[in-house]
Structure formats: C-alpha cells, structure tokens
C-alpha cells in the first residue's frame, strides 16, 4: 500500500458516515464490449463519488522465480502516462481535493480515487491512462524498485515480528504460490528485464482482466457516457491470462520450528488450512474465530489474557483467499512466561472447540457481532465500491454485498464445531516460535 501525506481529514470524514446503517446496496452493472466490467451505486448522501479498478492479478499470478511484481505495479502505475508527466498521477487528485491509495494482495490489485463529485471524469481519465498506456519504462522501473526496496525495510525487516507473515506462508505451503507474500523477493525484482515488466502488464492490466466500481454522488446516465468515452475504445487483452490451479496437499504432520530474531518477547503463532472463502465452511470457520478471538470476552483472551496472564495478547483471524487460506491463532507470551505454556492453554481452548458444541446464546451474540462488523464495513463510497468489485471479481455475484450476511446467520453450533474439528487437526498445523536470537545484535531479520 502507498502512503500518502496529503489525506483530506474532511473528505475521508464525510466517506465514513456516507452510507446509512444497514441501508440495501442498490446497484447496477454491465459490460463493455472489451471486456470491462463496470458497476455503479448511486448515492447522493454526500458530494463525492470513489473511482476504483480492481485487478484480478495478485501475487499468486507471479513467475515463481518473478515474485513480487503485482505489488511492485501497485507502485510503478502511479509514475504516470503517455499523457501523464511522471510524478503527476498524484497531483491532479490533491489538486483536485481528493485523496488516493492502492493495495495488492494474493489475489487481486485495487486502485482507488476519493474525488469531489464534479470531478468524476478527472478519476476516469486517470484510470483510463493507467489501464490504456501507463509509464513503464527503465527510470520509472529503477525508481521504483527503491521505493519497494524501503518499504519492506519499513514494514518488514525493521518492524517488531516483520518476518512473521512471509515466515508462516512459506513454512505452511509447499507447492501452491501463496508460499510467497505479495511483497516477493527483491533479488526477482533486480533480476528481471524491461521486456518481463511489458509482458505482466500487456497480460494483466486490460479491461478484460478488470473491473470499473464506481460509488456515490453520481448521475449514471451521464456516467455511463463518460466510462464509454474513456474505457470502450481500449483493447481487450490477447494474452492468456494465468490462473494457477494448484491443490496445496493436505498436511498429516504437523509441522514446527523457531525463528530467531531481534524481537525480546516470544510469539507464538499457530497456522491451520481453511477453505476458500465464499464456500459453506469458510463461514463457519470465520464464526469460529470470532469465538475465539472477538473481543475482550473472546475464549482466547479470557483464558490466555485475563485468566492465566500468560500473554500480552492472544487471538485467531482468518486469512481468507480465493484459493484455500490460512487461520492464524497467536499469542505474544508475557515477560518470563516459557511460550510452551502459552502454547499448551491455547492448543486447550482449540480442542475445546473441536469438541463441544457452543450455547444459542453465545451463537447469537456471535451473529450479532458479524451483522455490526458487515455493517460497518460498508460505511463508505470507498468499501462499497471495492465490496462490489470484489464480490463480481471472486464469485460472479456483486449483489453478494446484500445478501452475504444470510450465509453467516445460516452457520449452526455444529457447523462451528465440525469447522473446528475438520481444519484445527492438530497434525494439519504449523507452529512457530519467534524467540529473540542469543546474539540479538547480529540476528537477521
């Protein structure tokens, strides 16, 4: 993700309650004849409209021996356009009084502008460059590849358990490329020529390949005609687009190991195979980390936590993905507390859950705090937008935003029960120990 210190406090303000609580996401879509996909919610509420496209590229689409490169174009399609001086891209929406960012992740690339509603078309003819001819050449490239170069020295290598998340994907697969993290390998990124960044894009960022979410203070007729101008006269993309259709195999032993580090205290970080998310069992799985870690009065905190005072913090969160994800249990021991104890009262509370059945009561406070947590994800034109792009993008079904909530309300204690027993196998997981190194001042990150 980039940062950006320019961030209207105002407009970012005014996104956040734009949406009324609980109010039905009213849309419509279609596709232009290239192959873009294109969706539209209408909301007058306040006068600002987010543009956004989301590319179905994430690191997943990678070269193996090319990691890295949907995230480093997160970053190089801001330097700029035929019709774009380099390090303009930005300028025109602070210009304009709005505010921008993209993220990447395994899966999918987004790209957003937060504008003014008058400045609608300003948004389309950027994304339009982005898409049509983006600056990609050598200066962009090498600057570029610094940038990338000090983020994940920020977020990764000089950030407290930075090497938790690349640690735990590539220890838990073995064959599917979740094993790598979207921030990939830098030696990939020196290593690859011009004509290797060319390709990705010719063959990731074409209209086929992408879709147009648009939401707020628009008139879609009128909209209509601007995304037409802009977008129908783009190529469609030739080029097979690479989807990878491997099955990571199901592991019957489990595995462990420790990672030694500058970080003083232990982490303990549990990792167990879910399903893909939007299948039956995704759901349950996530209410089964709400039970586990959802709030103050969740079973990991309390017994962990509050209870037994063997950590600072314990909990659980689904790592959910188009293909099979991950679950993650973790705990940060307390000082002088042997992280094997840590581990032992958190494995108990896992097992309870693989065995017993949860109340009616706590299943309805857990539905409860899933309706509030989708409520307020969709508190801004921004969400909803990318909701909506996400939704069309993994399942074919953007009206998923409406009616999701009804697959979450349908989970049963058993279904939380046999989701615990089926993907919290203790023979399934990874365990990890992040321990400081006994010569911490020579200990890689």
């Known amino acids: 993700m980039r940062n950006f210190t320019f961030l209207s406090a105002g407009l970012l303000a005014a996104t956040a309650w734009a949406q009324p609580v609980a109010a039905q996401v009213e849309f419509e879509e279609f596709d232009l004849k290239n192959g873009l996909h294109v969706i539209l919610h209408e909301d007058h509420s306040t006068p600002i409209v987010a543009v956004t496209v989301m590319y179905h590229v994430g690191s997943k689409n990678e070269n193996p021996e090319r990691t890295g490169m949907a995230h480093f174009f997160e970053h190089l399609l801001f330097e700029g356009s035929e019709h774009i001086a380099r390090g303009e891209f930005d300028g025109y929406v602070e210009g304009a009084g709005g505010v921008l960012n993209a993220n990447t992740t ?6 957003y502008e937060l504008l003014p509603s008058n400045q609608l078309e300003l948004g389309l003819w950027l994304e339009s460059e982005r898409m049509l001819h983006a600056r990609v050449d050598g200066e962009g ?29 590539e220890t838990a697969y073995t064959e599917h490329p979740y094993q790598w993290t979207p921030i990939g390998s830098l ?39 601007l995304i037409k101008a802009y977008f129908q006269d783009i190529p469609r993309g030739t080029k097979d687009i690479p989807r990878p259709d491997i099955t990571e195999p199901i592991r019957t032993t489990e595995v462990r190991d420790t990672v030694y580090g500058k970080d003083a205290l232990p982490m303990i970080v549990q990792a167990y195979p879910v399903p893909a998310q939007g299948t039956p069992d995704y759901y349950a799985v996530e209410m089964l980390n709400q039970v586990l870690s959802g709030g103050e009065s969740s079973r990991l905190n309390r017994r962990v936590v509050d209870e037994e005072q063997l950590a600072l ?55 409860n705090q899933m309706e509030a947590q989708l409520i307020r994800s969709q508190r801004s034109m921004a969400s909803i937008a990318e909701s909506l792009a996400n939704y069309h993008v993994y399942f074919g079904d953007a009206n998923l935003i409406n009616t999701e909530i009804e697959r979450y309300l349908a989970v049963t204690p058993d279904d939380i029960r046999t989701a615990a027993e089926t993907y919290y196998a203790p023979e399934k997981r ?5 321990l400081q190194s006994p010569n911490p001042e020579s200990a890689e990150q």
């Open 430 to 434: 990874v365990t990890l120990y992040f």
């Open 141 to 169: 490239i090498e600057t570029q590849r610094e940038v990338v170069k000090e983020e994940k020295r920020q977020r990764y290598d000089n950030q407290p358990y930075g090497q938790m998340m690349p640690t735990v994907f």
């Open 106 to 111: 395994q899966d999918r690339t987004f790209y």
């Open 187 to 225: 030696d990939h990124l020196n290593a690859a020529a011009y004509e290797e960044f060319m390709d990705f894009y010719k063959t990731f960022y074409v209209p086929n390949n992408a879709v147009l979410s648009i939401a707020g203070d628009i008139d879609p007729k009128a909209a209509k005609k």
């Open 313 to 367: 913090f314990c909990g659980a969160f689904n790592f959910g993905l188009e293909d099979p994800g991950l679950t993650f249990a973790y705990a940060l021991a307390s000082m002088g507390v042997d992280p094997q104890n840590v581990e032992a009262a958190m494995n108990e509370e896992v097992e309870k859950m693989r065995n017993e059945v949860i109340s009616e009561r706590e299943l309805q406070k857990l539905k």
